[in-house]
């Protein structure tokens, strides 16, 4: 039981045939005080390496904002891609309303499916909301070329909704997906008058890159 803790009462009556399987549960929770337990799942198994300059990195923004203090967080800005569904159903907890002992029969409604209609959508937002919010074309993937296009709209997001961001450098805050570590993607953020570099290498992992960007 030590060596194999994903046993079943099945597997265990199988070397155990006289004892009843009802015998072997009780014995087994009861007696000896065995639990299940669910696996806890995690993004990505890191290696030493990804450890590293995952700890690296970490190092280096409490570095930054023990130089800039909090005028360096707000100078963060953050996005990421995720799936949106739109278009479904309505569920039955939004159909409760409130009634009492004299109130009509509540009302029916017949059985609806959610929808399994989505979109991809990208949000960059900062310390103070929303910057930008950029849905993508039913049938059309994020690339490069796409991801700069947002930076650009973002860009002027900034300029119209963060007077004086620009000036004084905007620090982009993304991870290591295939489009924001593109040498387009980096030639997009050196072209706008500034630096950009990563702290972490560009491995497929769940890591944090900071890419910092003085955007003029």
């Given at each position: 039981?030590?060596l194999l803790r994903n046993f079943t009462i099945t597997q265990l009556s199988e070397h155990l045939p006289n004892i009843?399987?009802?015998?072997?549960?009780?014995?087994?929770?009861?007696?000896?005080?065995?639990?299940?337990?669910?696996?806890?799942?995690?993004?990505?198994?890191?290696?030493?390496?990804?450890?590293?300059?995952?700890?690296?990195?970490?190092?280096?923004?409490?570095?930054?904002?023990?130089?800039?203090?909090?005028?360096?967080?707000?100078?963060?800005?953050?996005?990421?891609?995720?799936?949106?569904?739109?278009?479904?159903?309505?569920?039955?907890?939004?159909?409760?309303?409130?009634?009492?002992?004299?109130?009509?029969?509540?009302?029916?409604?017949?059985?609806?499916?959610?929808?399994?209609?989505?979109?991809?959508?990208?949000?960059?937002?900062?310390?103070?909301?929303?910057?930008?919010?950029?849905?993508?074309?039913?049938?059309?993937?994020?690339?490069?070329?796409?991801?700069?296009?947002?930076?650009?709209?973002?860009?002027r997001a900034i300029q119209n909704k963060r007077r004086g961001l620009l000036s004084s450098g905007v620090v982009l805050?993304?991870?290591?997906?295939?489009?924001?570590?593109?040498?387009?993607?980096?030639?997009?953020?050196?072209?706008?008058?500034?630096?950009?570099?990563?702290?972490?290498?560009?491995?497929?992992?769940?890591?944090?890159?900071?890419?910092?960007?003085?955007?003029?």
């Amino acid at each position: 039981m030590r060596l194999l803790r994903n046993f079943t009462i099945t597997q265990l009556s199988e070397h155990l045939p006289n004892i009843s399987r009802t015998v072997l549960y009780e014995t087994v929770t009861g007696k000896l005080g065995y639990r299940k337990f669910c696996a806890r799942w995690v993004p990505k198994t890191l290696t030493e390496i990804h450890k590293t300059s995952r700890m690296g990195a970490a190092l280096e923004f409490l570095s930054r904002y023990h130089t800039g203090g909090e005028d360096f967080l707000n100078r963060i800005v953050t996005g990421d891609e995720t799936w949106v569904a739109h278009g479904n159903a309505e569920t039955k907890q939004q159909s409760l309303a409130w009634g009492h002992t004299g109130s009509p029969t509540r009302l029916r409604k017949a059985r609806q499916t959610l929808s399994s209609r989505k979109l991809m959508v990208t949000v960059f937002r900062d310390t103070q909301g929303i910057l930008l919010i950029e849905f993508m074309t039913r049938g059309t993937a994020i690339n490069s070329e796409v991801y700069c296009r947002m930076l650009k709209k973002q860009k002027r997001a900034i300029q119209n909704k963060r007077r004086g961001l620009l000036s004084s450098g905007v620090v982009l805050l993304h991870d290591n997906a295939r489009p924001h570590t593109a040498v387009r993607t980096g030639e997009v953020c050196s072209n706008s008058n500034g630096m950009c570099f990563n702290i972490l290498p560009t491995a497929r992992t769940w890591l944090l890159l900071i890419f910092i960007c003085s955007l003029q």
